[in-house]
Antibody, heavy 121, light 107 residues
Framework: VQLVESGGGVVQPGRSLRLSCAAS????????MHWARQTPGRGLEWVAV????????DYADSVKGRFTISRDNSKNTMYLQISSLRTEDTAVYYC???????????????WGQGTMVTVSP | DIEMTQSPSTLSASVGDTVTITCRAS??????LAWYQQKAGKAPNLLIY???TLQSGVPSRFSGSQSGTEFTLTISSLQPDDFATYYC?????????FGQGTKLEIK
């Protein structure tokens, strides 16, 4: 499986953005997926998780209420809807697949290349 | 949230050396710990999962161990390709956390 993120860009504070993570094959539907982000100052930060069927979701406290994770298994794609953007959301956003089918908590064996989100007035 | 304290933040070593990097969890995470290698401009790459299991395709000079809530990544006989930044990650709960990273530099 390969993962390709898209949707990053430069956006003003308070605006919204939707990131996408497209998987290369249909085994996507059997794996939980995560979003993580990285900044030089804060390092790697876990952002959100969604179970293989979309029934379970969880978020980091820093993004709860502003970020929404979702997936469309018919399109082999996961999304991260980001609203009320803040300057501190500036980061490279990665999607990642877990190692084991149907597990939610697992190591990340495949990562996308990352998409940069810059929040600037 | 579970905090992961990783040390050292920077490590200088030479080709052929053996180095260790440590992560300490703020509470019990069983063995749900992974280690990643990251090179500049690239995504992290999984090296070890479940504290000590080597990911397929990773050279055997990488190894992981655990003592309670303290976890160690050991790299034996350093190769030029090993100079990178290393992160630990706990995945004991939905809310996962990463260590702050260790930059391994050439001495």
């Amino acid at each position: 499986v390969q993962l390709v993120e898209s949707g990053g860009g430069v956006v003003q504070p308070g605006r919204s953005l939707r990131l996408s993570c497209a998987a290369s094959d249909s085994t996507f539907s059997t794996y939980a997926m995560h979003w993580a982000r990285q900044t030089p100052g804060r390092g790697l930060e876990w952002v959100a998780v969604i179970s293989y069927d979309g029934s379970k979701k969880d978020y980091a406290d820093s993004v709860k209420g502003r970020f929404t994770i979702s997936r469309d298994n018919s399109k082999n794609t996961m999304y991260l809807q980001i609203s009320s953007l803040r300057t501190e959301d500036t980061a490279v956003y990665y999607c990642a697949k877990v190692r084991s089918t149907f597990w939610v908590n697992d190591a990340f064996d495949i990562w996308g290349q990352g998409t940069m989100v810059t929040v600037s007035p | 949230d579970i905090e992961m304290t990783q040390s050292p933040s920077t490590l200088s070593a030479s080709v052929g050396d053996t180095v260790t990097i440590t992560c300490r969890a703020s509470q019990n995470i069983n063995s749900w710990l992974a280690w990643y290698q990251q090179k500049a401009g690239k995504a992290p790459n999984l090296l070890i999962y479940k504290a000590s299991t080597l990911q397929s395709g990773v050279p055997s000079r990488f190894s992981g161990s655990q003592s309670g809530t303290e976890f160690t990544l050991t790299i034996s006989s350093l190769q030029p390709d090993d100079f990178a930044t290393y992160y630990c990650q706990q995945y004991n709960s939905y809310s996962q956390t990463f260590g702050q990273g260790t930059k391994l530099e050439i001495k």
